[in-house]
């Protein structure tokens, strides 16, 4: 029987080991905090039931009247709540009732998982074996011998010198779910996907919200038409957006935090999140004695099907700097097992990936991006349409948002897309399909719809780059 070895037990590591066992592997799972890893315990589960709360508050918020909603005459039958301990405790449950239920699916599947730490060995056994050394919680130590490792080992936030969270006042993402009390005034540095998460989240739930960015916009690394939307709508909720701002040092003076931007300016708030990035838990497992190669970040290189530099030796997830993204993670896990265990296996495509940005409203994307396209990394042709043209969004009073879509000149097949809208990590599916399996647009142009519904704007601007194709030929 093949021995695997998997070391993290993330969304790579624990949909490798359900692939490796149902494959008939002999499976261990190496794992310090519980199945599912950061994505489940600390991360994607938890930040987006976080976010769920917020979405409530703000759809009504934003809607009640427009619609017709009465709650009450005076201002206090009209304030809503929230109770920050209750919401966080319920944040937690379902992150440990979600970890119990993969760990009860992977040993129903038959692998074993073993609680602590894992390092591999710099040497391979005579017969192409690895070993991995595994250091329990009690300080114990047992050796496994595999035919193959996969390294699933995740990361963690990343820290500014001058800015080490302290757990109470100066939090990281992993933090937050501590809190028993709403922060009065929350300062959030970093403006990437995270940053933008939780500020829009916080400032729903009814935080003063500060967001400090390096950057010229929030959500630099994205569609830039999405991002000047998202912007738009914090400003206008009142969230004071720092642009072009670089925090230097933030300090905690008694119950308030102190931050400190290169250019000088000082300003304060009741709780400060950090949001800078993460790196890679790569140090202090034998990597790179093992001949694993790491890139400059001190991510672990991979190839197209998940194979690092050493023989026997896979990766996955975070660990790689490939997309942070769970589904990304689980598809480099499954792909490893089928690739080792001799079964067909397609080579990683990220252009097929769909994602998705929590926020409100929120961004989906797949495929290739405007920048492809404004960089001539690809000849494609766009159309965007606001959401303001759309009967369902006006009958629901959505006026953020647009659908926009990318298809080869010639062939008219898609290539790409955008959609900011509420739940708009359901409407990008049909684009996802579309460009997995070279629809065009006019094959989305004669797909029936309902009426009315959001996901008519899909075929609305399908008809459009259909219309426009015709034109340029």
């Known amino acids: ?99 119990h239920d993969i760990t009860a699916s992977v040993t129903r599947a038959g692998a074993r998982v073993l609680r602590g730490h894992g390092r591999l060995e710099p040497h391979q056994g005579a017969d192409g074996s690895r070993r991995v050394v595994v250091t329990a919680v009690d300080g ?3 050796t496994l011998v595999a035919d193959a490792v996969l390294l699933a080992t995740g990361g963690h936030p990343r820290e500014i ?30 403006s990437g996907v995270t940053g933008a998460e939780f500020a829009g989240a916080y400032q729903a739930l009814g935080s003063r919200v500060t967001l400090v960015s390096s950057r010229d916009r929030v959500l630099p690394g994205e569609d830039p038409d999405a991002a000047a939307v998202l912007e738009d709508v914090f400003r206008r909720r009142g969230m004071n957006v720092m642009a072009r701002s670089r925090a230097k040092s933030v ?47 001190g991510h672990i290189w991979t190839d197209k099907v998940s194979r690092t530099s050493a023989p026997s030796v896979y990766a996955a997830g975070d660990c ?19 690739h080792f265990l001799g079964e067909t296996v397609a080579p990683l495509d990220l252009k097929t990936v ?74 990008i599916h049909p684009i996802s399909l579309a460009v997995d399996n070279n629809l065009t647009v006019e094959q989305i142009a004669k797909a029936y719809t309902v009426y009315p519904s959001l996901s008519g704007s899909l075929a609305e601007v399908a008809r459009q780059l259909h219309t426009r194709k015709a034109a340029d030929a």
């Open 354 to 427: 769909s994602a998705n940005i929590f926020t409100d409203p929120e961004i989906a994307t797949v495929g290739y991006s405007q920048s492809d396209i404004d960089e001539g990394r690809i000849d494609a042709r766009a159309v965007k349409l606001p959401l303001l043209r759309n009967p369902r969004a006006k009958m629901q009073g959505i006026r953020d948002g647009f659908v926009k879509l990318f298809c080869r000149p010639g062939t008219g097949i898609v290539v790409g897309g955008v959609v900011v809208s509420p739940h708009a990590s359901e409407l």
């Open 320 to 338: 790689t700097g490939v997309f942070a993204l769970a589904s990304v993670a689980a598809m480099q896990g499954r792909t490893a097992m089928y």
């Open 251 to 297: 300090k905690r003076l008694d119950d308030r935090v102190e931050v400190t931007l290169d250019d000088g300016r000082v300003f304060t708030g009741s709780h400060c999140l950090m949001a800078v990035g993460a790196v890679p838990n790569t140090s202090g497992i034998g990597l790179e004695e093992a001949g694993v190669k790491l890139t400059d970040s």
């Open 140 to 142: 114990t130590e047992e």
């Open 1 to 99: 029987m093949t021995r695997i070895v998997i070391i993290g037990g993330g969304p790579g590591g624990y949909e490798a080991a359900l692939v490796a066992a149902q494959l008939g592997g002999e499976v261990t799972v190496v794992d310090r905090d519980g199945l599912g890893g950061a994505s489940v315990l600390t991360d994607c589960v938890p930040s987006k039931t976080l976010i769920a709360t917020a979405e409530v508050m703000t759809s009504f918020d934003a809607s009640y009247q427009e619609l017709g909603i009465t709650v009450g005459d005076s201002a206090a039958e009209r304030a809503i709540g929230v109770d920050l301990g209750k919401v966080n405790r319920r944040v937690k449950r379902l992150a440990l009732a979600q970890s």
């Open 161 to 190: 010198p001058d800015a080490r969270p302290d757990g109470e006042r100066i939090l990281n993402w992993t933090q937050v779910y501590d809190l028993d009390e709403l922060p009065e005034e929350l300062v959030v540095v970093g």
